[in-house]
């Protein structure tokens, strides 16, 4: 599905030619077809009897690193899916790869390149919030039995929980939002689904700079305070209601930011700062963009090597050793640092 929505993308932008998809399924052939695009059946075909300038991989998790460690040899530059690996021993040597070589790598978040993220970044570093102290985050959605999601066993073992294959989101927001996260505690539970994997999660974050965080998490929650029912980036996710929710609030000494509404609540006169003064409450404006074409766009500026990747491998590296911090603070009840990695096995998704 991704790797359909990065071929239109492509095929949308006059600075770019799709010069090539890359399927061993019969069907992909026939595809690329329709998009006049030659088919090959395996990547390393394709690096040594196309010219190609960049290559985006829309393939399943396991194969990323190998498939970027492909591209990094031919010296092609690679957008590359999140999770950026399986494991987070394969993302290490997928970075070291990309550094020996000077190759750039771009990680699939692409919630960075939409408008929400930034303007929070900016308004957060410009100081209007004062000094972050705390930050309360949800991701409470309901993912339906009937729809055959967990058909597939590995969604009901582990690696195949929300905190594998959810969090690593959210993760990457929080890090560009607040900084870097040194720590985690966690608890889980499969109450509702028993499972063998997590269908809940509470978490807990400490960031560098001494602020506090706190997350709540479920797949199997009847809720939309998630980022894609709130933001609106993804049109397959229908809001019920019109009024606007947040799924994230950003409090500092000065000030709060909810986000994706950016309503902001700050003291009118900073020397008087009390539970018992009003606030004075403002919207900071939003551009609508699409983040996967802004992404699209970003990467070609990389390719060119007018800009360096927004979102690099150590990000998701980074991104991928915090989610299985948390995975391991909830099998052991302990706050774990995130300063070493606590379990270079976790599987993400």
């Given at each position: ?25 019969p ?26 300038d ?78 972050v ?46 900084g ?52 609106g ?11 606007a ?27 008087h ?30 390719i ?6 927004l ?36 599987q993400?998704?």
């Amino acid at each position: 599905m991704i790797g359909r929505r990065h071929a239109e993308l492509i095929r949308q932008r006059a600075d770019c030619v799709l010069a090539a998809i890359v399927d061993p399924a019969p069907a992909a052939a026939d595809y690329a077809r329709t998009l006049d695009a030659p088919p090959f059946a395996s990547l390393g075909e394709v690096l040594a009897d196309a010219a190609l300038d960049g290559v985006v991989l829309a393939t399943p998790n396991q194969l990323h690193a190998a498939q970027a460690l492909e591209c990094i040899a031919a010296r092609v530059p690679v957008l590359v899916e999140k999770p950026i690996a399986d494991t987070v021993d394969a993302a290490q040597m997928l970075c070291a790869a990309a550094d020996a070589a000077g190759v750039p790598v771009l990680v699939g978040h692409h919630r960075r390149h939409g408008a929400i993220i930034a303007k929070a970044v900016e308004i957060i570093a410009a100081g209007t919030l004062g000094r972050v102290v705390a930050v309360v985050g949800t991701a409470l959605f309901y993912k339906p039995e009937s729809e055959g999601y967990f058909d597939e066993a590995w969604r009901r073992e582990r690696g195949g929980g929300p905190i594998l294959i959810n969090m690593i989101h959210e993760i990457d927001n929080l890090r560009a939002l607040c900084g870097e996260i040194v720590a985690v505690q966690a608890f889980a539970s499969n109450a509702t689904r028993r499972f063998a994997v997590e269908d809940t999660a509470a978490i807990a974050l400490r960031f560098a700079d001494g602020a506090l965080g706190t997350f709540m998490l479920s797949d199997t929650a009847a809720s939309d305070r998630s980022w894609e029912h709130t933001s609106g980036e993804d049109a397959r996710y229908r809001k019920a209601h019109t009024d606007a929710d947040d799924c994230y609030l950003i409090a500092g000494t000065h000030g709060s930011l909810a986000v994706p509404t950016m309503r902001i609540e700050r003291y009118g006169d900073a020397r008087h700062r009390s539970w018992h003064e009003p606030f004075v409450k403002s919207t900071a404006p939003l551009d609508v963009v699409d983040p996967l074409a802004r992404q699209l766009a970003h990467f070609c500026d990389v390719i060119r090597r007018r800009a360096t990747p927004l979102v690099s491998a150590r990000d998701g590296l980074r991104n991928l050793e915090i989610v299985a911090a948390i995975g391991e603070a909830a099998r052991s009840g302990g706050v774990v640092s995130t300063t070493t990695s606590p379990e270079k096995n976790a599987q993400a998704s």
